[in-house]
């Protein structure tokens, strides 16, 4: 039930257009998601010929051959299969935490290496922004590469290898085919500990080394030109990382293997890391279940859908995209309204939202289904949500109590709203 207090100010609401700006509301929610990793890439797939080479494929579109099986169902054995290439990613880190690795004075262009060991993947971030991923070799269990903030030390092209305790029995190493460090070696401020390239390519994406963090002989190569001593590099273990791309308004979850096996994530940790962003009544939990069933890797929507909003045909841009609820959608308040034309009032801590045109007024409470429109009060099928703290809306509904009519188009993913007079009078 919708508490007495907000009935009462609901009644003396004074619902004027552009009262609270849909757009400066929308921008906000976009910022506050904005503080998610960033999705970094694009997927691509790749029709195999035959039982052509996993690792050739791989080394080709710059992944490691582990990383393409767990982003395929099935062994790989039979041949000729439609394989996804893992190239699309969520970054480590959100531009702000990466930001403030380099610091708040950092020229611009100042880089920044980032490698989650759960996903096996180094990432180079210039500007706080993430420019190039690669796959790499990290330490095996006993031998695990250490996490923490450490920076480039120091650098050598075609080094020698001098043999560390672990193999006192060996020999120095000249540069050539047989120098596991390859022809470049990028030391950490972590004695004993390095990026460097490999005499044994077939090995990255694996957890085999004494703790370094192994490259393709050309992506060390890339590296050594993009980093300077002094560059910081941050080692993360990450096995759920979560990340927001703009363009589509979708949050997203990535699960990564756990190699040192120090846990594996669960569906109310899921939650509880939702809830930091204000998104966790938001979530698909089949999405989230699914994608936890098995360490793909892969970017797997979890809040937010492929739907989209039109008005007399012109579709509606959401921070976050519509969440599908029953027989509605949760959207974000403030761009329903601009499309229609109506007033928005937006509560304190968007405990309420008030539309209003034409006489026609709608007022609602996240969390409450009864709602009052034009002074009654209304069961609605889908309550009202926060996200980020800002308020999200049945669209469908809301639409209705404003006059318009809705429907839904299966062959385009999309709620259609007819606004009848207003489409002309708006000239559309």
């Known amino acids: 039930m919708v508490m007495r207090w907000v009935w009462a100010m609901a009644a003396s609401v004074l619902v004027v257009a552009g009262a609270a700006s849909p757009l400066r509301a929308q921008l906000a929610l976009e910022q506050a998601l904005g503080r998610m990793a960033p999705i ?29 099986h767990n982003a395929n169902e099935g062994d790989l ?49 210039r500007d706080a922004r993430p420019i190039r991923c690669y796959p790499v070799a990290i330490g095996m269990r006993g031998w695990e590469t250490p996490t923490g903030e450490f920076t480039i030390a120091n650098k050598r092209k075609n080094p020698t290898w001098f043999p ?4 006192i029995e060996e020999e120095p190493v000249p540069p050539g085919p047989n120098n596991p460090l390859g022809d470049r070696w990028m030391g950490l401020s972590a004695p004993g500990y390095g990026i460097h390239a490999t005499n044994a390519p077939s090995s990255i994406g694996r957890y085999v080394s004494h703790g370094c963090i192994r490259m393709y002989p050309e992506h060390a190569q890339e590296l050594y030109e993009l980093v300077r001593i002094g560059t910081p590099v941050k080692i993360v273990y990450q096995p759920v990382v979560f990340g927001y791309r703009p363009d589509d308004g979708i949050v997203y979850l ?55 909003v039109a008005v007399d045909g012109r579709p509606i841009k959401f921070a976050l995209a519509p ?49 009052l429109v034009n002074g009654q009060v209304v069961e609605l099928s889908v309550a009202p ?44």
């Open 77 to 125: 054995k039979a041949g000729d299969e439609v394989l996804l290439i893992p190239t699309e990613r969520i970054a480590p880190l959100p531009t702000w935490e990466a930001a403030s690795l380099v610091g708040e004075s950092a020229p611009p262009g100042s880089v920044s290496v980032v490698v989650n060991l759960t996903e096996r993947n180094l990432y180079v971030y």
């Open 40 to 68: 970094f890439g694009k997927p691509q797939q790749y029709q195999r010929k035959g039982t052509e080479s996993i690792y050739a494929i791989a080394r080709r579109f710059g992944v490691s051959a582990s990383a393409i």
């Open 164 to 167: 560390p305790k672990w193999a």
């Open 254 to 308: 990535a699960h990564h293997p756990d190699p040192y096996e120090l846990g594996e994530v669960d569906a109310r940790e899921v939650r509880d890391r939702l809830a930091e962003w204000g998104l966790a009544e938001l979530a698909d939990e089949q999405a989230v279940s699914a994608a936890l069933q098995m360490p793909r890797g892969i970017p797997t929507p979890v809040v937010g859908s492929s739907v989209e």
């Open 385 to 428: 949500q926060l996200a980020a703290g800002y308020p999200l809306v049945p669209v469908a509904a809301v639409a209705r109590a404003l006059g318009a009519s809705v429907g839904f188009d299966q062959a385009s993913n999309t709620v259609l709203i007819w606004d009848g007079a207003h489409a002309t009078a708006w000239g559309r």
């Open 323 to 371: 969440i599908p609820r029953g027989d509605d959608w949760l959207v974000p308040a403030g761009p329903v309204a601009s499309a229609l034309g109506a007033g928005l009032d937006i509560g304190p801590d968007g405990n309420f939202v008030s539309m209003e045109r034409d006489r026609q007024r709608v007022f609602l409470s996240p969390g409450d289904r009864e709602a």
